[in-house]
């Protein structure tokens, strides 16, 4: 039975204390699989592959690597955080304990916008996939129900509970890490045209100028693979021990996640018969003519079915950690509407109009890219944008915190290497949102330029003019601004979550 609960807990009680509604009923490996299967190395690859090799040939292999260095930092950087402050909500909790109440405000804003906005991305770029799957032609218009059919069937899933989340993640994993191995050796075996010498070759993508501005462009395929880490903490609540096991977590992610995903990128990039057909447009979907050429019509669906697995696993991982974080925001009174989507159903310990509201304005979301010529592109861009922002807020909450005085106190530290992590961590997150913003088509008019920033320009503007004109950043009693040491040298918020 749904209802509302007792007056809402505060944001920092540690999970299993009485106010933590949530139940232990997620393993280790079940957290590892839910950030997993978010980050989705078959998704992100399969997604952006024509693109990346449209925008930079070959070589754009290399973002994976460039973009997983650069976001192992900010997994170091939040292992720590959600360590000592282990809340369901993931980032708006950290940005609310290490900052303050209206810098947690916005980071959850901007999280909460770039999550919905990626359940979108994921969903839509399995169109075309279960077009072929059951034997359709795939459209605009079939690729826009065939997300929302997924959104539904995903909201589902998430609907039954901790403990089908965790099923669902962990099937999500094996299908997804051993059908990228067995497709990935199989095109290596029987359709391999290039040696390895092919990811240094550009195919002429730069034409006459220097080869970066190109590589930027194509970095795109590895800046919107490796997130999804963070989930792992946004179920802190619902994991045991989560100061030692999230943070291993999060580094297990980006470790496998991101060596799956590169070895598909590279077993597709080998299987390819004619780069300059793709730079030039002329093939536009370089992965279902390579699975086609090597496998036949009948082993090309049965690897979409695995596709499809791995599109749905994703999309119920985000919706989840998209319901946590509305939730957590709720619980806190820090949103219109929170009685409402702060309303819990004990019997399956989750969320659930928190979770109605991830299913149902990524449904508006995808309805209305009917109106855009480039949908799946801009969609993406935004979803980085929005992600790579929030991220970059608690990286920048973090550092602050830590230069008035603020140490992790939790069961994993940096040490004296935290402050060389946090600044270089937060150097690559700007870099990042700096290369997605940047506007590289002066063939297109200047909003389709700068649409991204226009977007993400939007998000912030409507997110300032909500909290300052409901104030609701300030209604929650729960603890803020704390994890920095008052005039006396204690931390002013008491013995952080499951450190006493």
């Known amino acids: 039975m749904t209802g509302t609960p007792p007056p809402a807990p505060a944001s920092g009680v540690p999970s299993g204390e009485p106010g933590s509604e949530f139940r232990k009923d997620m393993s ?23 693109i990346a090799i449209g925008d930079g040939g070959p070589p754009m292999i ?39 109440k209206r810098w947690a405000w916005m980071t959850g804003w901007v999280y909460m ?74 095109l290596l075996a029987t359709h391999r045209h290039h040696g390895l010498g092919v990811i240094f070759d550009t195919y002429g993508v730069e034409g006459g100028g220097s080869y970066l501005p190109a590589f930027l462009a194509a970095g795109i395929i590895g800046l919107y693979q490796y997130y999804g880490f963070e989930a792992c903490g946004d179920t802190a609540e619902e994991v045991a021990h989560p100061g ?16 799956a995903a590169t070895f598909t990128c590279m077993s597709l990039l080998l299987s390819v018969t004619d780069f300059n057909a793709i730079i030039s447009g002329e093939q536009a979907d370089p992965v ?55 309303r819990f159903v004990h019997a399956r310990a989750v969320p659930s109009w928190a979770l109605f ?5 990524p449904l508006v979301i995808a309805f209305a890219s009917l109106l855009s ?36 106190a939790g069961e994993f530290t940096l040490g004296r290497w935290g402050l060389t992590v946090n600044v270089a961590a937060l150097v690559y997150g700007i870099l990042a949102i700096i290369n997605i913003c940047w506007a590289r088509s002066p063939e297109k008019s200047w909003w389709e330029n700068w649409i991204v920033l226009l977007c993400g320009g939007v998000v912030l503007g409507t997110g300032l003019l909500y909290m300052f004109t409901t104030h ?21 918020g008491g013995t952080p979550p499951g450190q006493g």
Request: aromatic share 12%.
């Open 28 to 50: 280790p490996w079940a957290n590892f699989a839910l950030g997993f299967t978010y980050l989705s190395p078959v998704v992100g690859t399969y997604t952006l592959f024509g």
């Open 113 to 186: 916008w770039a999550l919905l906005v990626t359940i979108t991305s994921v969903a839509y770029g399995a169109g075309p996939y279960i077009a072929i799957l059951f034997g359709f032609r795939a459209t605009v218009h079939t690729t826009v129900l065939c997300t929302a059919v997924l959104i539904v069937i995903a909201i589902l899933i998430n609907y039954m509970g901790t403990k089908a989340l965790s099923t669902a993640a962990l099937i999500g994993f094996t299908g997804e890490l051993i059908g990228a191995l067995v497709v990935g050796i199989y």
């Open 62 to 100: 290399w973002a994976f690597l460039v973009a997983g260095c650069g976001q192992f930092l900010v997994a170091l950087i939040f292992g720590e955080i959600v360590a000592q402050y282990p809340i369901a909500g993931g980032v708006y909790p950290w940005a609310r304990r290490l900052w303050g």
């Open 357 to 361: 509201v991830s299913a149902a304005v």
């Open 472 to 492: 609701h950043y300030g209604r929650g009693d729960a603890p803020a601004g704390d994890a920095v040491p008052d005039k006396a040298g204690a931390l002013s």
């Open 244 to 259: 030692r096991v999230i943070p291993r977590a999060m580094r297990r992610t980006i470790y496998i996640g991101g060596a």
């Open 373 to 408: 010529e480039d949908a799946l592109t801009n969609i993406v861009s935004f979803a980085i944008l929005g992600i790579y922002g929030s991220f970059q807020m608690v990286v920048l909450a973090a550092l602050r915190a830590r230069l008035k005085g603020w140490r992790p």
């Open 288 to 342: 279902v003519d390579v699975l086609y050429d090597a496998m036949g019509e009948t082993g090309a669906r049965m690897v979409m079915a695995v596709v499809l697995i791995s599109f749905l696993s994703c999309t119920i991982s985000l919706q989840a950690a998209a319901g946590r974080l509305i939730y957590s925001y709720a619980r806190d009174e820090m949103i219109v509407g929170h009685r409402l989507l702060r």
